[in-house]
C-alpha cells in the first residue's frame, strides 16, 4: 500500500505547481504522469503573456512565482504584437509581450521544482481510479491519499471520481500544430486567422520561436467540419494556400508535428469533493475565446496546492477550493464562456466575422481575448444580425 497526505495526478504546469505548494508546507506528496519523459509530447502552442500582462489578464490572482519569473533557458522567444486576420484579409494588431517558451524544459523545470520542495516524481505511472485506487508502472500497488488532486488534464481519470468530465457542457475542442522552420514570419507578431475554410470553430495560429521558426497550428470543434475533412489536410491547406499566412509559410519544412484537446465549456458542475481537487484542464481552467491555459492552470494548481495542504494541517476544507477559484479568476473564466457562445454564432458565417472584425476596435478585440465582456458586443452583435 501506497500512502500519501497528497497525491497529484499529472505532472503538467498544474499538477507541478500543487505538488511544489503543498510539499513547501511540508505535506509528504507523490506526482504520477502517465508520461515516462514529462513534458513529452508536447501539446500545446507554448505562448504565455509576460508577468505585467498576466496581471491585467487576472488583476485577482497571486500568481505563483514560477509564472512570473520563468528562466532563460525554458524561453524560446519574446513577441510583442498579436495579429488578428478576418476570414476576407482584414486586420487587426493590439499590443501584447509574450513568452514563447519551449514546453519540454517548462514542464521540467516545474516538476523540478516541486521536486526540490519535496515532492516524489514517479513518471511512466498511469493511476487507475475505482473503489480501491491504484497506480500502475514506475510505482504500482494500491494507493491512499488524503488528498487527491486532478491534474490530469482534459480526458481526466481523476475527475470520475467526482462523477463528472471536464469535457461536458461543451464541445471539445481539437487542435494540431507543427513546428516549422525556414518560415518568413514576423517574429514580433502572434498572429491568428479566423475563417470556416481556414479553422472552422476556431482559428489557425502562427506563433514565433525565432526569427524564421513557428509553431504553427489549428483549434477546431469537430462539429464545424464538413464530411471528409480531417485536422491534417485543413492546416496543410492554410499553409499552402492561405492569401496572407501562405506568402510567409510556403517555404518552411514541417520538424515536428503535435496534437492536443482543449475544454471550451468551463469548468464542470463539481471541481471538490471528498477527497478530491481538480485542477487545470481536468478542471476545464482554459480562457474558452482563446484556448490559453497555461496561466489559469497555475493559478489553479497553487490554489489546489495550498487547499489540500490546509486540509492535511486540519486548518481548512476542501469544499474552500471553488470558492477560491471564483475569487481570483472566477469571472474571467465566466466571462470567457459567455463571449465564446455569442461568438459561436459568428463563426458558422465568414460574412457575419467579417463584419464583427470592422465594427470591433483593436482594444476590444484584446479585451475579448482576455475574457473581458466589452459592454459593447452585444449591441454590435445585434446591428449585424446575430
Not at 532563460?72 to 476570414?87: A, E, F, G, K, V
Not at 518568413?184 to 472552422?200: H, L, N, R, V
Not at 475544454?263 to 464542470?268: E, H, L
Request: proline share 6%.
Amino acid at each position: 500500500m501506497i500512502r500519501r497526505d497528497v497525491l497529484v495526478v499529472g505532472a503538467g504546469p498544474a499538477g507541478s505547481t500543487a505538488a511544489e505548494m503543498a510539499a513547501a508546507a511540508g505535506c509528504d506528496v507523490l506526482i504520477v504522469d502517465r508520461k515516462a519523459e514529462i513534458g513529452s509530447p508536447v501539446q500545446c502552442g507554448g505562448f504565455v503573456p509576460e508577468a505585467f500582462e498576466l496581471g491585467q489578464l487576472l488583476p485577482n490572482a497571486h500568481l505563483p512565482q514560477s509564472l512570473v519569473e520563468i528562466p532563460s533557458r525554458c524561453l524560446l522567444h519574446r513577441t510583442s504584437l498579436q495579429r488578428l486576420y478576418s476570414p476576407y484579409g482584414r486586420t487587426a494588431q493590439f499590443s501584447v509581450a509574450g513568452r514563447c517558451l519551449d514546453r519540454r524544459a517548462f514542464d521540467r523545470y516545474l516538476a523540478g521544482r516541486a521536486a526540490r520542495a519535496g515532492a516524489e516524481i514517479a513518471p511512466g505511472t498511469r493511476f487507475v481510479p475505482g473503489r480501491e485506487n491504484r497506480l500502475c508502472g514506475r510505482a504500482s500497488g494500491k494507493v491512499q491519499a488524503e488528498v487527491i488532486i486532478g491534474a490530469d488534464g482534459p480526458s481526466s481519470a481523476t475527475a470520475r471520481l467526482l462523477g463528472v468530465s471536464p469535457r461536458a457542457g461543451a464541445e471539445v475542442g481539437v487542435c494540431i500544430e507543427y513546428e516549422m522552420v525556414g518560415v518568413d514570419i514576423d517574429a514580433q507578431a502572434a498572429e491568428m486567422y479566423f475563417g470556416t475554410a481556414w479553422a472552422p470553430g476556431g482559428y489557425a495560429w502562427i506563433i514565433p520561436l525565432g526569427q524564421d521558426s513557428a509553431n504553427v497550428g489549428i483549434g477546431i470543434r469537430p462539429s464545424y467540419l464538413s464530411p471528409g475533412q480531417s485536422l491534417t489536410y485543413i492546416l496543410d491547406r492554410f499553409i499552402a494556400r492561405h492569401p496572407q499566412a501562405s506568402q510567409r509559410l510556403g517555404g518552411g519544412k514541417v520538424v515536428a508535428v503535435m496534437k492536443g484537446l482543449v475544454p471550451s465549456g468551463g469548468m464542470p458542475s463539481a471541481i471538490a469533493g471528498p477527497g478530491i481537487l481538480l485542477a487545470g484542464d481536468a478542471a476545464g481552467q482554459v480562457m474558452a475565446t482563446s484556448g490559453g491555459g497555461i496561466p489559469l492552470a497555475m493559478v489553479g494548481g497553487r490554489l489546489a496546492g495550498e487547499t489540500a495542504e490546509a486540509y492535511v494541517r486540519g486548518e481548512g476544507q476542501l469544499s474552500d477550493y471553488p470558492s477560491r477559484i471564483d475569487e481570483e479568476m472566477g469571472r474571467e473564466l465566466g466571462s470567457s464562456v459567455k463571449i465564446r457562445s455569442l461568438v459561436d454564432l459568428v463563426m458558422r458565417s465568414d460574412r457575419s466575422m467579417d463584419l464583427l472584425f470592422s465594427r470591433l476596435e483593436p482594444e476590444m478585440m484584446k479585451d475579448i481575448m482576455r475574457g473581458k465582456m466589452p459592454g459593447r458586443l452585444g449591441s454590435i452583435c445585434s446591428k449585424i444580425g446575430l
